[in-house]
């Protein structure tokens, strides 16, 4: 039986390499960083990729997370959903800005996963978990939406997330702003 601290000393050895190297690290480095055996990995994670993967996902969730629930509990309880919504987008580009490096980790990593034939099995409990948090949140923001349309609006919060996270590590000043947003969010909500 491997000790417990050995998965979490992995997981913070590969989060060094990780920021320093992306993707290119091996898995002797992060066993030497982390003093534990090559076999330590693969008895904790199974594979290097799947040591990475993890702490590729904690990395990011961790950093991101931290803003994007700072960023919608300054926002008053009971607001108007869009608003909220228009004015959290447009400040994306300072989060995107804060975890730049695990962003690209994140983009390169989920590249090798789409071209080994299996984004599912990492990508979809990491995706539960990010819009799972975002319900919680949402809902403490805005009480008086139900379940379901709490549950949307974390789907569209994580999309536009996602997508303006391309766009911003491609051309940065091409992320649109919080009055575009706005102006989206009054297209799509007049009648």
Known sequence: ???????????????????????????RD??????????AIG????????????????????????????????????AEPGKTFA?????????????????????????RLVRSGDPQTTMAPAMRQS???LTKILGAVHPQLPPSELAGLA?????????ASLIWLAVPDSAPTAPQFQHAVSALTSS
């Open 1 to 27: 039986m491997w000790p417990a601290g050995n998965r979490e000393d992995l997981l913070e050895a590969a989060r060094v390499y990780l920021r320093e190297r992306g993707l290119s690290t091996t898995a």
């Open 30 to 39: 992060i066993a030497s960083e982390a003093g534990v055996s090559l076999a």
């Open 43 to 78: 008895y904790h994670f199974g594979t290097k990729d799947a040591l990475l993967a993890q702490a590729a996902t904690e990395a990011i969730g961790d950093a991101l997370g931290a803003w994007i629930e700072q960023t919608l509990r300054e926002t008053p309880a009971g």
């Open 87 to 111: 004015e959290f987008c447009g400040r994306l580009p300072e989060a995107f800005a804060s975890v730049h490096t695990h962003l690209l980790t994140s983009l390169e990593h989920l590249t």
């Open 131 to 133: 819009t799972d948090a």
């Open 155 to 163: 789907q569209l919060y994580h999309a536009v997330l996602n997508g």
